[in-house]
């Protein structure tokens, strides 16, 4: 990937134990939601959503393991050593990957706006059963 795409930069991420590391493009000041769901609230995930093109995992494919339950959509992806999902196939964006903004390095985030999303009411929030469609 390169290091900086269109007001874009590179950022680099993981578990807890390092053994699953990646890569995303995104901006230097994030825009991320906290969704209010099960399995969100409980562990705390923000959401950076992104395409796939602006995704890379690094290392560590060998350590993850997959979660699904309700509509088995979304893949949850976790390392297999440290239970960290630092990112995952959601099922508002199946085309894309969701990365756990508190899985990032330190050193290129400026600011995180955090936005709050109601998916305890899936349906109603999200009419299609799809979230905005995501920009390359």
Same mark, same amino acid.
């Given at each position: 990937m390169s290091q900086a795409t269109g007001g874009m930069i590179q950022h680099t991420g993981g578990c807890h134990c390092g053994r699953v590391r990646f890569e995303v493009i995104a901006p230097a000041r994030l825009e991320v939601t906290d969704c209010n769901c099960s399995i969100c609230s409980k562990s705390g995930y923000l959401h950076l959503t992104v395409p796939k093109s602006r995704f890379r995992l690094i290392s560590g494919a060998e350590f993850l393991t997959t979660y699904q339950f309700n509509t088995r959509t979304a893949r949850h992806?976790?390392?297999?050593?440290?239970? %960290?999902?630092?990112?995952? @196939?959601p099922r508002s964006h199946p085309e894309g990957y969701s990365v756990n903004a508190r899985?990032?390095?330190?050193?290129? %985030?400026?600011?995180?706006? @955090?936005t709050p999303v109601d998916g305890k009411n899936w349906e109603s929030s999200h009419p299609g059963g799809r979230g905005k469609p995501l920009e390359d």
């Open positions: 992806l976790f390392c297999s050593v440290c239970g %960290v999902k630092s990112f995952y @196939v899985c990032l390095d330190e050193g290129t %985030v400026e600011e995180m706006r @955090v």
